[in-house]
């Protein structure tokens, strides 16, 4: 199968991505993830459209004002799942995304859902980070989750800044593989870092 398609995947893909950033509402944040499966479908053996389109369906579920919650984590639970068998997907970023997908279920409901899936959390950061220690966004998301959840169980975490200004190092040494490829995260480590500086 020749693959001829890349370059204008690529187009599309950063025609859609830079929409997102435009974007003003949760409505065009659905129709972005909407034209994300649509770029999916015709470009089934490339990975980003389905990181991208469940990575924006969990951020949706976690504003919490929509009514579609459940279908979009169960939309965003399958694409992780396909991704993780995606030989060509980068596994370090599908991990981080899975480790990101338990802590929306218990930023959902954390009463119920904090004890069952917190071990999830960690654990499939851990193996993002395992599988490529120069990714900063498991390691960024990992030191927020265990950051949150030492003020949950009313313990300080005293070594939080200290993580995130080595974090703030990988961020910089990070370079994505082409412009499409993951690279979120600074605004996260600069919005968390706010109480440090």
Same mark, same amino acid.
């Given at each position: @199968?020749?693959? !001829?398609?890349?370059?204008?995947?690529?187009?599309?893909?950063?025609?859609?991505?830079? @929409?997102? @950033?435009?974007?003003?509402?949760?409505? =065009?944040? /659905?129709?972005?993830?909407?034209?994300?499966?649509?770029?999916?479908? $015709? /470009?089934?053996?490339?990975?980003?459209?389905?990181?991208?389109?469940?990575?924006?369906? $969990? &951020?949706?579920?976690? $504003?919490?004002?929509?009514? &579609?919650? =459940? =279908?979009?984590?169960? %939309?965003?639970? !399958? *694409?992780?799942?396909?991704? *993780?068998?995606?030989?060509?997907?980068?596994?370090? +970023?599908? /991990?981080?995304?899975?480790?990101? /997908?338990?802590?929306?279920?218990?930023?959902?409901?954390?009463?119920?859902?904090?004890?069952?899936?917190?071990? %999830?959390?960690?654990?499939?950061?851990?193996?993002?980070?395992?599988? %490529?220690?120069?990714?900063?966004?498991?390691?960024?998301?990992?030191?927020?989750?265990?950051?949150?959840?030492?003020?949950?169980? &009313? +313990?300080?975490? =005293?070594?939080?800044? %200290?993580? #995130? @200004?080595?974090? +703030?190092?990988?961020?910089?040494?990070?370079?994505?593989?082409?412009?499409?490829?993951?690279?979120?995260?600074?605004?996260? #480590?600069?919005?968390?870092?706010?109480?440090?500086?």
């Amino acid at each position: @199968k020749l693959n !001829e398609g890349t370059v204008p995947y690529q187009h599309l893909l950063t025609q859609i991505l830079s @929409k997102v @950033k435009q974007n003003k509402g949760l409505e =065009d944040v /659905y129709n972005s993830v909407n034209e994300l499966k649509r770029l999916g479908k $015709m /470009y089934p053996a490339e990975w980003l459209p389905d990181y991208y389109a469940a990575l924006f369906e $969990m &951020k949706l579920a976690l $504003m919490g004002k929509t009514e &579609k919650k =459940d =279908d979009l984590l169960a %939309d965003a639970k !399958e *694409k992780i799942a396909s991704l *993780k068998k995606n030989t060509g997907a980068n596994a370090s +970023e599908v /991990y981080t995304l899975s480790g990101y /997908y338990y802590y929306v279920l218990i930023a959902g409901n954390p009463e119920e859902n904090g004890q069952k899936y917190y071990k %999830d959390v960690l654990g499939e950061y851990q193996k993002a980070i395992n599988l %490529d220690d120069k990714n900063p966004r498991p390691q960024l998301l990992q030191a927020i989750f265990k950051n949150n959840m030492s003020g949950f169980l &009313k +313990e300080k975490d =005293d070594g939080f800044c %200290d993580r #995130l @200004k080595k974090i +703030e190092t990988v961020f910089a040494e990070f370079v994505p593989k082409s412009e499409v490829d993951p690279s979120w995260g600074m605004n996260e #480590l600069k919005s968390v870092q706010k109480p440090c500086n």
